[in-house]
T-cell receptor, first 112, second 111 residues
Framework: ETGVTQSPTHLIKTRGQQVTLRCSSQ?????VSWYQQALGQGPQFIFQ???????GRGNFPPRFSGLQFPNYSSELNVNALELDDSALYLC???????????FGSGTRLTVV | TQLLEQSPQFLSIQEGENLTVYCNSS?????LQWYRQEPGEGPVLLVT?????EVKKLKRLTFQFGDARKDSSLHITAAQPGDTGLYLC???????????FGSGTKLNVKP
């Protein structure tokens, strides 16, 4: 098992810019989900993909979008960055929700 | 408002003490999971509880799922400094395609 890997680990962007974060799922996992975690809080669900289709979304605006590829890797795209988008972005993969998720170490995004 | 409410938010205890962390909701969950997160890392799955009333043990950690599947607890016996971290409960309510985390309990075990 290779686990879940995310890139980059850290990123600084300017307000108004666009960013793409990448995630490589654990081998054999067909479900990937993305989370935003502000300092001192629990992760907030952004959305989930199952076999390349979005099948669940949290309370995030449309400028947060994603993709899942045939090899089950994934991207999170955020347009028109705002200062409040500064957070740790976590990717997690799973074979099934009840099996639990394997998380990556996250991408720390700072918007200035 | 959080769908999953955890208490306490912070806990600072001495090595060897026992503690319980609670996770409560007004919604029914198909399953609940507990994770532990250390600074700079993603959460790591500790356990999944599926059946109402279920009790699972993981060494010194005991997890319980409420009979009504709306709440869960984590009990740690004889806490050790290595137990220090952020403990998170998480799950999906029935008929929801969303996954929710609680706000977390930050545990500090002093040697």
């Amino acid at each position: 098992e290779t686990g879940v890997t995310q890139s980059p680990t850290h990123l600084i962007k300017t307000r108004g810019q666009q960013v793409t974060l990448r995630c490589s799922s654990q081998s054999g996992h067909n479900t990937v989900s993305w989370y935003q975690q502000a300092l001192g809080q629990g992760p907030q669900f952004i959305f989930q993909y199952y076999r390349e289709e979005e099948n669940g979304r949290g309370n995030f605006p449309p400028r947060f979008s994603g993709l899942q590829f045939p090899n089950y890797s994934s991207e999170l795209n955020v347009n028109a960055l705002e200062l409040d988008d500064s957070a740790l972005y976590l990717c997690a993969s799973s074979q099934s929700r009840d099996d639990g998720y394997t998380f990556g170490s996250g991408t720390r995004l700072t918007v200035v | 408002t959080q769908l999953l409410e955890q208490s306490p938010q912070f806990l600072s205890i001495q090595e060897g003490e026992n503690l319980t962390v609670y996770c409560n909701s007004s919604s029914v969950f198909s399953s609940l999971q507990w994770y532990r997160q250390e600074p700079g890392e993603g959460p790591v799955l500790l356990v999944t509880v599926v059946t109402g009333g279920e009790v699972k043990k993981l060494k010194r950690l005991t997890f319980q799922f409420g009979d009504a599947r709306k709440d869960s607890s984590l009990h740690i016996t004889a806490a050790q400094p290595g137990d220090t971290g952020l403990y998170l409960c998480a799950g999906s309510p029935y008929n929801f395609n969303k996954f929710y985390f609680g706000s977390g309990t930050k545990l500090n075990v002093k040697p």
